[in-house]
């Protein structure tokens, strides 16, 4: 595949057993995340290491700070030579703006916004004292997003159908909380089938235990490649 949907995220606490796992895969059937416990373990060592065997490299960071603060992070982030990277939208559009002008270049990462977490839902945003539900949540996250000039999003595939008819097909779409129907749905709330995820407008696909925790993660990404 010249353009693999899947991302597995290597969600790892340390650089031995992320690498066990990246030697067995190959970068024609998927992409790879980093996450922060394995990124604050084992540093931006370890994601030279994949980048330099030939994976595309998600630095899943979630960057939320002043802009300044924010932009020169993202920039240290394309310096590892990351495919991706992302930003938190709950930072606003002038966090965003500063992060995208600092990414500009076209071999700069693709820049996208976390909007709301898989792992929360209509009583997380209450807690918050957000009246509105999930969907009208990330609806005005990703508007923001797109406002900024940021490349997409990441949300839940629940949202993608709607987002790609708001922010047009050029929006990225990362949607993680995918699970094949033989997977349990640990701890995420909002989760959907690779297929379905597809048919729904996802862009990427982040998978993770239902990879990872498997006797032959190739055989289960050979199957889900096959499946959309």
């Not at 990351?82 to 939208?89: F, I, L, Q, R």
């Not at 918050?128 to 990703?142: D, H, N, T, W, Y």
Request: glycine content about 8%; charged content about 20%.
């Amino acid at each position: 595949m010249n353009n693999p949907k899947v991302i597995v995220a290597l969600d790892f606490p340390g650089a031995k057993a992320a690498m066990q796992l990246v030697e067995k895969l190959d970068p024609s059937l998927c992409r790879l995340k980093v996450g922060k416990e394995l990124f604050t373990r084992s540093g931006p060592s370890l994601v030279k290491d994949m980048v330099a065997s030939g994976f595309d490299v998600f630095l899943d960071l979630k960057f939320h700070d002043i802009p300044n603060t924010v932009a020169r992070a993202c920039e240290a982030a394309a310096e590892l030579g990351v495919w991706m990277v992302n930003v938190h939208s709950m930072g606003g559009i002038a966090m965003m703006q500063a992060a995208r002008d600092v990414l500009s270049d076209d071999d700069a990462p693709l820049l996208i916004a976390v909007t709301l977490l898989t792992s929360s839902g209509e009583k997380e945003l209450s807690d918050l004292g957000v009246s509105q539900s999930p969907a009208e949540f990330v609806k005005r996250l990703a508007t923001m997003a797109k406002m900024a000039g940021l490349d997409g999003v990441v949300c839940s595939a629940q949202e993608t159908s709607m987002l790609k008819k708001h922010c047009g097909e050029g929006f990225v779409l990362v949607t993680p909380g995918i699970r094949p129907e033989s997977a349990a749905a640990d701890d995420q709330n909002r989760i959907m089938t690779p297929k379905r995820a597809i048919e729904h407008g996802s862009d990427y696909l982040v998978i993770g235990r239902p990879v990872t925790q498997v006797d032959d993660p190739v055989a289960v990404l050979c199957e889900i490649n096959a499946q959309i």
